[in-house]
C-alpha cells in the first residue's frame, strides 16, 4: 500500500542551527512531493513541490528539499532556523497532481532559544 | 483577499449528536476538499466537492456527509459521533485541479464528549 512516513515526531533545534526533517515513500513509482508547514492557528502552507528533474527543490522560507530515489525520501531542511519557523511540518505524496494526497503523520518542530 | 474561513473554530459535542461544519472558499475557488487530522496522525482525505457535485470521497463511513452550496461555500455533517471523531477538519479550496493549488483553513476543533 502507499504510504508516507516520517520517522521523527517531535525535533528540537536550537535557533540557527540547521534542520533537517526527514520523509520516506512507499509508492510503486516516483509520486509527486509536497511538504506543508502548519502553524499555530494558520492553515496548511505549501512549502515546496517535487515532480520531476532536478532533485534539489527550493521553496518558500529558505527551505529546500532533496529527492532522493534510491533511498524513497524527500528531506526538508533549512541551513539556519528562526523561532518563527516552530510549526508542524508535514510530507505529502500523491500519484499524480491531481490525485489524492497521502500524509506523513507530520513532525514537530521546537526551537530551543 | 480573503483566505479559506472555516466556522465554528471549536465545537463540543456529545455522543450520538450531530456536528456541523461550514467552510468558505476563496472567492473564484470552485473546488472544496475535507480533511480529517486526528491527533498524532496526518491528515485523511475526507470528501471532495466541486461546481456543487460530490467528486470523490475518502474511506469514511456514510454518517460523513456534506454538501456545496451554489456559492461554493461547503457543510460537513457527522452524524452519530463517536468519541473517535474528535479532531481537527480542515477545508482546502482549489480553482482547478492541482495538489499544488490547495489553500487551507485554519481548521475547526471537534471535541466530542
Known amino acids: 500500500a502507499q504510504s508516507v512516513t516520517q520517522p521523527d515526531i517531535h525535533i528540537t533545534v536550537s535557533e540557527g542551527a540547521s534542520l533537517e526533517l526527514r520523509c520516506n515513500y512507499s509508492y510503486g513509482a516516483t509520486p509527486y512531493l509536497f511538504w506543508y508547514v502548519q502553524s499555530p492557528g494558520q492553515g496548511l502552507q505549501l512549502l515546496l513541490k517535487y515532480f520531476s528533474g532536478d532533485t534539489l527543490v527550493q521553496g518558500i522560507k529558505g527551505f529546500e528539499a532533496e529527492f532522493k530515489r534510491s533511498q524513497s525520501s524527500f528531506n526538508l531542511r533549512k541551513p539556519s532556523v528562526h523561532w518563527s519557523d516552530a510549526a508542524g511540518y508535514f510530507c505529502a505524496a500523491s500519484m499524480d497532481s491531481n490525485y489524492q494526497l497521502i500524509w506523513g503523520a507530520g513532525t514537530k518542530l521546537i526551537i530551543k532559544p | 483577499e480573503a483566505g479559506v474561513t472555516q466556522s465554528p473554530t471549536h465545537l463540543i459535542k456529545t455522543r450520538g449528536q450531530q456536528a456541523t461544519l461550514r467552510c468558505s472558499p476563496i472567492s473564484g475557488h470552485t473546488s472544496v476538499y475535507w480533511y480529517q487530522q486526528a491527533l498524532g496522525l496526518g491528515l485523511q482525505f475526507l470528501l471532495w466537492?466541486?461546481?456543487?457535485?460530490?467528486?470523490n470521497r475518502g474511506n469514511f463511513p456514510p454518517r460523513f456527509s456534506g454538501r456545496q452550496f451554489p456559492n461554493y461555500s461547503s457543510e460537513l455533517n457527522v452524524n452519530a459521533l463517536e468519541l473517535e471523531d474528535s479532531a481537527l477538519y480542515l477545508c482546502a479550496s482549489s480553482q482547478g485541479q492541482g495538489n499544488e493549488k490547495l489553500f487551507f483553513g485554519s481548521g475547526t476543533q471537534l471535541s466530542v464528549l
Open positions: 466537492y466541486d461546481e456543487g457535485e460530490e467528486r
